[in-house]
């Protein structure tokens, strides 16, 4: 792989390619097709053979570091780990899941019921040694988020946002710290 002047070259972390104008030693400097010239190591820089509409994407690009680097897997990471039969009790917090009709009941009527059902699913979960509970609250103005947090802090548990794929970001898993099995 050899740069010379008048080559077509592509930068290996950031989305730019162009000519190479000049050649400085190791600093190579290329301009891209607005004219703007812009200046790189010669490890960051990978000749380019065909136009890139002509090919799949990184085909045309023949440099073992990046081929490393598209191979490499970034691995998954969950906060929370699912053992074989475990059980998650999941708890819908709206309103018109807990109750037929909000008739007669104002705001802090509906918080109170939403707060006292999560309330009296996180002591459940705790009594029956549930170690998983995802409580689905919805987005809105965030209060009835924010007292759950704040309910949780009364409790031995740690608590994260829920699966965003599942739930988006409205729901909070929470995870329940139980004593061993005496």
Known sequence: MQFLIGKKVAVLDDVLKGVIVSIDNQTISIKDSDGMVYQYQQKELVLIEEDQYQ?????DINNSLL??????????ISNFKKEK???ILEVDLHINQ?????????NFDMLTLQLNT????IEYAISKRISKIIFIHGVGEGVLKSELHYLFGRYPVRFYDASYKKYGLGATEVYVYQNPKS
């Open 85 to 87: 039969n475990e059980v």
């Open 98 to 106: 807990l109750i037929k009709s909000t008739k007669g009941m104002d």
């Open 67 to 76: 081929n490393e680097k598209l191979e490499e897997k970034i691995p998954t």
């Open 55 to 59: 090919l799949s994407k990184f085909s």
């Open 118 to 121: 999560a309330k009296r699913k």
